[in-house]
């Protein structure tokens, strides 16, 4: 069986592997305060230009989501946020858990509209009994969405000025942020994503790392949001985040963050597998293939028949996304940091015969 259903079902990239054998034996203080994690942050902080920001590392996507969130929001607040966003529909209720609700805006295509955001954030200042409802008072985004849609820099630019002007703190879930930046549909760079927000975090799981994810409070904005971070090791501690071998975390980030003559090994990486998703992406345009939504990153939703998702099953696994009212359904085929083009020529040539 060949794996397409996510982007997170291999190891690690083998530098990661090597370096972390090389300094097997290396002692270190512990939680993250040795000198790979501050080699880290500082390569970070040169690749997102922003040399005032703090950087932590956790170890899960959705254990950093609760920590942000929940470390910013007072406990009768809210954090705004596409009803198909990923700490809406896919976390198990995690944000709830913490005492804070998820607000839903309309999404299209996995996106929030700036405009929704003022007007959400107005509807609730204008009632008159808004002391009775849960306040507004931060914006979750991801980058890409959960449909592997992208926000152009305009977007983005549009979503910034709004939150600022009212004082909502903006929170980019980068999980795959690198398969993102690296997209032929991409307008935005890494330091304008930390001009843009105030915290977002850097996804590894998804993106050639054993585990981890580096958060940015990017200290961008005017104030109130200088002191976003404050105490927020307290916060990654309390939240189960704070890894006792914390040099873990550093070291893979020093890896992933080594410049190459594109980039950095992340991008790098990332970029690869974009370029075997539009490989399949063309075979399905090609074979006629409607799609529930246009991707431009390493995740593709073809909507097939029944027929057509069992024969591709019997040799490809593939992620069953939603049922549509015709009959067919949406699915997710996803490439990895790890995809090997044998494997996509054998999921194009399967294609080519359905």
Same mark, same amino acid.
């Given at each position: 069986?060949?794996?397409?259903?996510?982007?997170?079902?291999?190891?690690?990239?083998?530098?990661?592997?090597?370096?972390?054998?090389?300094?097997?034996?290396?002692?270190?203080?512990?939680?993250?305060?040795?000198?790979?994690?501050?080699?880290?942050?500082?390569?970070?902080?040169?690749?997102?230009?922003?040399?005032?920001?703090?950087?932590?590392?956790?170890?899960?996507?959705?254990?950093?989501?609760?920590?942000?969130?929940?470390?910013?929001?007072?406990?009768?607040?809210?954090?705004?946020?596409?009803?198909?966003?990923?700490?809406?529909?896919?976390?198990?209720?995690?944000?709830?858990?913490?005492?804070?609700?998820?607000?839903?805006?309309?999404?299209?295509?996995?996106?929030?509209?700036?405009?929704?955001?003022?007007?959400?954030?107005?509807?609730?200042?204008?009632?008159?009994?808004?002391?009775?409802?849960?306040?507004?008072?931060?914006?979750?985004?991801?980058?890409?969405?959960?449909?592997?849609?992208?926000?152009?820099?305009?977007?983005?630019?549009?979503?910034?000025?709004?939150?600022?002007?009212?004082?909502?703190?903006?929170?980019?879930?980068?999980?795959?942020?690198?398969?993102?930046?690296t997209c032929d549909a991409c307008d935005?760079?890494?330091?304008?994503?930390?001009?843009?927000?105030?915290? /977002?975090?850097?996804?590894?799981?998804?993106?050639?790392?054993?585990?981890?994810?580096? #958060?940015? !409070?990017?200290? $961008?904005? +005017?104030?109130?949001?200088?002191?976003?971070?404050?105490?927020?090791?307290?916060?990654?501690?309390?939240?189960?985040?704070?890894?006792?071998?914390?040099?873990?975390?550093?070291?893979?980030?020093?890896?992933?963050?080594?410049?190459?003559?594109?980039?950095?090994?992340?991008?790098?990486?990332?970029?690869?597998?974009?370029?075997?998703?539009?490989?399949?992406?063309?075979?399905?345009?090609?074979?006629?293939?409607?799609?529930?939504?246009?991707?431009?990153?390493?995740?593709?939703?073809?909507?097939?028949?029944?027929?057509?998702?069992?024969?591709?099953?019997?040799? /490809?696994?593939?992620?069953?996304?939603?049922?549509?009212?015709?009959?067919?359904?949406? #699915?997710? !085929?996803?490439? $990895?940091? +790890?995809?090997?083009?044998?494997?996509?020529e054998a999921l194009v040539k399967a294609?080519?015969?359905?």
């Open positions: 069986m060949i794996r397409f259903q996510c982007d997170y079902a291999e190891g690690a990239h083998p530098k990661i592997l090597e370096r972390l054998a090389e300094t097997n034996y290396c002692q270190t203080p512990g939680y993250g305060m040795d000198e790979f994690c501050d080699h880290a942050r500082a390569m970070i902080k040169e690749a997102c230009e922003a040399p005032a920001s703090e950087v932590h590392f956790l170890v899960g996507g959705t254990q950093t989501n609760a920590t942000v969130i929940s470390s910013i929001l007072r406990p009768y607040q809210g954090v705004l946020c596409a009803s198909t966003g990923h700490i809406a529909a896919h976390e198990t209720g995690a944000i709830e858990h913490t005492g804070h609700k998820v607000i839903t805006l309309p999404s299209y295509g996995g996106k929030i509209k700036a405009q929704d955001v003022q007007d959400a954030y107005t509807a609730h200042w204008n009632d008159g009994s808004h002391e009775h409802i849960v306040q507004p008072a931060m914006v979750y985004i991801s980058f890409p969405t959960e449909f592997g849609t992208i926000y152009s820099k305009s977007e983005l630019e549009e979503i910034s000025a709004v939150c600022r002007r009212n004082r909502l703190p903006l929170f980019i879930d980068g999980a795959r942020l690198g398969y993102g930046l935005v760079t890494l330091p304008e994503i930390a001009r843009l927000c105030d915290v /977002f975090y850097i996804g590894g799981t998804k993106q050639g790392a054993l585990f981890g994810e580096a #958060v940015v !409070f990017t200290n $961008s904005a +005017a104030e109130p949001y200088a002191d976003l971070s404050d105490c927020f090791r307290y916060n990654i501690k309390q939240n189960g985040g704070m890894l006792a071998k914390g040099r873990l975390l550093g070291i893979q980030y020093e890896v992933l963050f080594e410049k190459t003559e594109t980039g950095w090994l992340y991008t790098d990486i990332a970029a690869n597998a974009n370029r075997h998703a539009r490989t399949i992406r063309e075979a399905l345009v090609a074979k006629g293939i409607d799609f529930h939504v246009d991707s431009p990153t390493n995740q593709i939703f073809p909507v097939l028949t029944s027929a057509q998702m069992e024969k591709i099953g019997k040799d /490809f696994a593939y992620e069953v996304w939603q049922p549509l009212p015709d009959g067919r359904t949406c #699915v997710r !085929f996803c490439t $990895s940091w +790890a995809t090997k083009a044998e494997n996509v294609i080519n015969e359905l």
